[in-house]
């Protein structure tokens, strides 16, 4: 069995998470600018109102994420920020830094974005009768199922849908990234570290 080095301090209770770090001195605080509607299209977005508001701001979108704008833990089917069309209302649009997370907020909702609203799909058969899949389909076969059913005594057909599942977390979602000299930044206190540690910082690497 793989070995996972965080497994035992949060067996031991000895986990550090964000609340108990103490805050470095500095430390900027994000806020999401989420997409307006549940499916619409990225015409320009203004951050010129929010970066006005204090000199701590920071923004960035999808154009200063370095390398590839993919979280996807598993496969690459979930961007960091959204670019052209967006699929759900909350999708992240862009990351607002600030010196105080009331202010990270304050400036968040001062990014203008114009769109263009689209006609959601709800319905995952719709979605799949109008080509709209997040990923290219895959098939698992296993023997021949034609010459199976031919065998049986009974043959019973049908549909089933399953509702969407996700695990609960030990905490929220937070990190903290830190730049290292030479470049790069450490990201810590999630529940996976190491699936953080590869995903993209654009706000890190910004800074020298």
């Known amino acids: 069995m793989k070995s996972i080095p965080e497994a035992s301090l949060n067996l031991k209770g000895e986990t550090k998470y964000i609340d108990d770090l103490v805050e470095p001195k ?27 508001l204090d000199p701590s701001v920071r923004f960035y979108d999808a154009g200063d994420v370095p390398g590839k704008n993919q979280l996807g833990g598993i496969v690459a089917d979930e961007p960091l920020f959204a670019e052209g069309e967006w699929g759900y209302k909350g999708q992240p649009l862009a990351l607002v830094l600030a010196s105080s997370r009331p202010l ?4 968040a909702e001062l990014v203008a974005i114009d769109y263009e609203e689209l006609e959601p799909i709800v319905d995952a058969r719709e979605a799949a009768r109008l080509g709209h899949f997040v990923l290219p389909s895959r098939t698992m076969r296993s023997g021949d199922t034609e010459a199976a059913f031919a065998r049986c005594a009974t043959v019973v057909s049908g549909s089933v ?4 599942q996700e695990h609960v977390y030990l905490e929220t979602q937070g990190a903290v990234a830190e730049p290292r000299e030479g470049g790069g930044c450490t990201s810590c206190r999630v529940p996976s570290p190491r699936r953080a540690s590869r995903s993209p910082s654009p706000a890190c690497s910004a800074f020298p």
């Open 161 to 164: 849908e399953s509702d969407g």
């Open 104 to 107: 990270a907020r304050r400036a």
């Open 26 to 52: 500095g430390l900027l605080h994000g806020a999401i600018c989420p997409t307006p509607c549940s499916r619409g299209i990225l015409r320009k977005i203004d951050p010129s109102r929010a970066l006005a």
